[in-house]
């Protein structure tokens, strides 16, 4: 089992900055990857970001591509999500997952099916 914790959301305002985390916990020797989705009132759950633990590789949804930044520490077992410039329609709640199986191929990662764990989510708010 993994458990994940996600922390660093809040209310900014537009063009605003925070910086959220997510801490793992458990068997986390077990986790190829992790990824941050979210979920804005009345929308569904989409992805955000994703990062490979064995070679930090990355993906990221267009809408926030040259904004956000994921990074992880694999030796704290915590991912980060630094977001930038942000806009109103990023309002939402941000949860974090964790995939344990290997995902071939580029961008497979940025589907939620290829997670097994997710977090409780923090809340973003931006305000205009």
């Known amino acids: 089992q993994v458990q994940l914790v996600e922390s660093g959301g809040g209310l900014v305002q537009a063009g605003g900055s925070l910086r959220l985390a997510c801490a793992a916990s458990g068997r986390t020797f077990s986790i190829y990857a992790m990824g941050w989705f979210r979920q804005g009132p009345g929308k569904e759950r989409e992805f955000v970001a994703a990062?490979?633990?064995?070679?930090?590789?990355?993906d990221y949804a267009d809408s926030v591509s040259g904004r956000f930044t994921i990074s992880g520490d694999n030796a704290k077992d915590t991912v980060y999500l630094q977001v930038n410039s942000l806009k109103p329609e990023d309002t939402a709640v941000y949860y974090c997952?964790?995939?344990?199986?290997?995902?071939?191929?580029?961008?497979?990662?940025?589907?939620?099916?290829?997670?097994?764990?997710w977090g409780q989510g923090t809340q973003v708010t931006v305000s205009s």
């Open positions: 997952a964790a995939g344990v199986r290997w995902c071939y191929g580029n961008g497979c990662y940025v589907d939620s099916r290829q997670y097994d764990y």
């Open positions: 990062f490979r633990r064995n070679d930090g590789s990355t």
